[in-house]
Antibody, heavy 121, light 107 residues
Framework: QVQLVESGGGVVQPGTSLRLSCAASGFSFSSYGMHWVRQAPGKGLEWVAVIRYDGITTYYADSVKGRFTVSRDTSKKTLYLQMNSLRGDDTAVYFC??????????????WGQGTLVTVSS | DIQMTQSPSSVSASVGDTVTITCRASQGIRYWLAWYQQKPGKAPELLISAASSLQSGVPSRFSGSGSGTDFTLTISSLQPEDFATYYCQQAASFPYTFGQGTKLEIK
């Protein structure tokens, strides 16, 4: 069965960096686009970034562009989110999610359990 | 960016009722719309994609309709497990924006 497991969250100070990981299993990881979506405490969902199956094509929300980098390691079946210059408004639960189809649809059919990132001094 | 506006923000209903949630896009997105259900402390779950296509395993009491800018999610014969927060999401163009959510509460 499809499983996505995030890790790497924690409490960090403003201006510092953090890398999140999302370990995938139960499907052909190299064939699907993968997304990051976040949710600030008590708030709604915000799409953050996507990396297509090719590992090259990426898109970002304006709020993170230039600070966050999404990447993937097909051999490890792992998705990453490198977060630099973190700010207080980056505080959120970060979910990784799979694109529904091998052809990009930008619907998210499987989600991880989320990992909490808290940016605070 | 395409703005997604859901209404109502919250709704109270009883088991067995039918509830309709609407989602409006700030510009046309054809049928590129999904609905998700989220329960407290859990990840969202995909219910409907392409405006009206029910995800495998989702009960048939959930249905979606609409195209262009106006969409609806209808839940018929509400069950206790349906009380949750629902989000619409446009998949037409990035950034792939969500509505603000609709909290469905037990009356």
């Amino acid at each position: 069965q499809v499983q996505l497991v995030e890790s790497g969250g924690g409490v960090v100070q403003p201006g510092t960096s953090l890398r999140l990981s999302c370990a995938a299993s139960g499907f052909s990881f190299s064939s699907y686009g993968m997304h990051w979506v976040r949710q600030a405490p008590g708030k709604g969902l915000e799409w953050v970034a996507v990396i297509r199956y090719d590992g090259i094509t990426t898109y970002y929300a304006d709020s993170v562009k230039g600070r966050f980098t999404v990447s993937r390691d097909t051999s490890k079946k792992t998705l990453y989110l490198q977060m630099n210059s973190l700010r207080g408004d980056d505080t959120a639960v970060y979910f990784c999610a799979r694109d529904r189809d091998m052809v990009p649809t930008n619907y998210f059919d499987y989600w991880g359990q989320g990992t909490l990132v808290t940016v605070s001094s | 960016d395409i703005q997604m506006t859901q209404s109502p923000s919250s709704v109270s209903a009883s088991v067995g009722d039918t509830v309709t949630i609407t989602c409006r896009a700030s510009q046309g997105i054809r049928y590129w719309l999904a609905w998700y259900q989220q329960k407290p402390g859990k990840a969202p779950e995909l219910l409907i994609s392409a405006a009206s296509s029910l995800q495998s395993g989702v009960p048939s009491r959930f249905s979606g309709s609409g195209s262009g800018t106006d969409f609806t999610l209808t839940i018929s014969s509400l069950q206790p497990e349906d009380f949750a927060t629902y989000y619409c999401q446009q998949a037409a163009s990035f950034p792939y924006t969500f509505g603000q959510g609709t909290k469905l509460e037990i009356k």
